[in-house]
T-cell receptor, first 111, second 111 residues
């Protein structure tokens, strides 16, 4: 158990819909990272938040957005969903450096 | 961040040492070598990291060549639970620490 929690575990929705994925970092960790893992693209970095502020953006689509709240939990919002957005979404938390603790992921299926 | 090259797959007999190589010939002086693994579709798990010197922890050993252009992750006594995809990642030691995952090495531990 990494100490990082993600909800929901599974999400099935239709194209065009909007969903919110939630991540609670390990106690004391200020950084939250979001990654997407799809069959064709592998594991890709999406966005990094540190203590409520956006620190870095990766290959995140404009339809996707994220935020980190004062209690340090983070949400990833995916809108106008397409079939290709079906993937595993992981969040990871870190206190500092490259050692990150990953959550169990949310499996999103867009039908 | 420097690119890495890993063999796509390797087999190892249970109980034997697994030696996973990684080439990172363009690594810079301030870049660290990190190893993560992903068991099936679970969240990636941190294994070990190093800068110049060899490192050992309860999971593995990391051997970095003197010129730092390659490294080897050693699992001293592989078990079936070590079957996973292993990722070698080079990370600059400053700023945002987003992880860039390549295709990794699929290690199969055989009974």
């Amino acid at each position: 158990d990494s100490g990082v929690t993600q909800t929901p575990k599974h999400l099935i929705t239709a194209t065009g819909q909007r969903v919110t994925l939630r991540c609670s970092p390990r106690s004391g960790d200020l950084s939250v990272y979001w990654y997407q893992q799809s069959l064709d693209q592998g594991l890709q970095f999406l966005i990094h938040y540190y203590n409520g502020e956006e620190r870095a953006k990766g290959n995140i689509l404009e339809r996707f957005s994220a935020q980190q709240f004062p209690d340090l939990h983070s949400e990833l919002n995916l809108s106008s969903l397409e079939l290709g957005d079906s993937a595993l979404y992981f969040c990871a938390s870190s206190l500092s450096g490259g050692r990150q603790y990953f959550g169990p992921g949310t499996r999103l299926t867009v039908l | 961040d420097a690119k890495t090259t890993q063999p796509p797959s390797m087999d190892c007999a249970e109980g034997r040492a697994a030696n996973l190589p990684c080439n990172h010939s363009t690594i810079s002086g301030n870049e660290y070598v990190y190893w993560y693994r992903q068991i099936h579709s679970q969240g990636p798990q941190y294994i070990i990291h190093g800068l110049k010197n060899n490192e050992t922890n309860e999971m593995a050993s990391l051997i970095i060549t003197e010129d730092r252009k390659s490294s080897t992750l050693i699992l001293p006594h592989a078990t079936l639970r070590d079957t996973a995809v292993y990722y070698c990642i080079v990370l600059r030691g400053a700023g945002s620490y987003q992880l860039t995952f390549g295709k990794g090495t699929k290690l199969s531990v055989i009974p």
